[in-house]
């Protein structure tokens, strides 16, 4: 039998640590996680997923060279899965700074203590769809041309092309995927798909009137958060370390999102006029339940993107296991259970 793998996994509270965090430890994997420092330890996503108590929680600054190398020195990690950083691109327009330096240069970071310290360790960069932004036609492959439109972006792309560097510089086993939108019941509330389940479950019970957003055709590549981390893990049991493209391959429109969730909770609504002036009607009593706003428009979107998985389906025998309408059915069922019960989201 082999020895226990140690796997360290930064920004382990997220969505997306939760679920990485379950699927090590259900293949015997010590586990420890980092998380900022904080006066109360916020760990609800570990904790629905029942694995909270099994990983080992540390602190870690991702800005913080000193606090990283003393990290990986005491933990002594075989994988690193990165998923630290500001992750949120709306957020990214109000705080540019923050987000270049702890999703950007704090992988850099990262890779420059793993050269130090941990050199056969092997190393997944969380990058991510938004360094292509602007879209040329067709599927997006491992190929295609980089054009961020956020400040997230291009944070991102600094990263990406980090681990490039110190792969082919330094000979790390350093991966990249890059991860399409990807959600679940465990999303954060700054996030468009989990804003729009949580409103809706509201409006159900009636405690809210109308749930208020920006661009409704913005479309997205969006697939289940515990199907991806899957994909993560796979990369790093290659022989040789690659970037690869995570996505489902279908793109969907905000507008599809809301109308499927909704259907969910038992509501029909239609949408009627065009950019600013949309509006969703429930259909059974004609309510306004959906409004537009300028000020949820971001200075500049990307084009809709659609990735194209097929390097990892080949390379990994990666799939997705849930299409788009089971996860929103699954989101939206989801909140609307705690909306009846009264729990405080995630």
Known sequence: MRAQKTALITGVTGQDGAYLTKLLLEKNYR????????????????????????????????????????????????????????????ASFKQPLYTAQTSGRGTMSLLEAMRIIAPEARLFEAASSEIFGQNPVGKIDES???????????????????????????????????????????????????????????????????????????????GFAGD????????????????????????????????LAAAAMGMQIEFEGEGLQARGIDIKTGRQLVSISQDFYRPSEPDPLVGDASKAHKQLDWRPKLDFEDLVTLMAEHDLVRAQSGQVWY
């Open 144 to 222: 295609h041309d980089f054009h961020p439109r956020s400040p997230y972006g291009v944070a991102k792309l600094f990263a990406y092309w980090s681990v490039v560097n110190y792969r082919e510089a330094y000979n790390l086993h350093a991966s990249n995927g890059l991860m399409f939108n990807h959600e679940s019941p465990l999303r954060g509330m700054e996030f468009v798909t989990r804003k729009i389940t949580t409103t809706l479950a509201q409006i159900a019970c009636g405690r809210q009137q109308q749930l208020m957003l920006g661009n409704l055709d913005n479309a997205r590549d969006w």
């Open 228 to 259: 991806y981390v899957e994909a993560m893990w796979l990369m790093l049991q290659q022989e040789i370390a690659d970037d690869y493209i995570v996505a489902s391959g279908e793109t969907h429109s905000v507008r599809e999102f809301i109308i």
């Open 31 to 90: 586990v420890v996680g980092a998380m900022r420092r904080a006066s109360t330890l916020n760990l609800p996503r570990l904790a629905a997923l029942g694995v909270a108590d099994d990983v080992e929680l540390m602190t870690l600054d991702m800005q913080d060279f000193i606090s990283i190398t003393q990290l990986i020195k005491d933990v002594v990690p075989d994988e690193i899965y990165n998923l630290g950083g500001q992750s949120s691109v709306q």
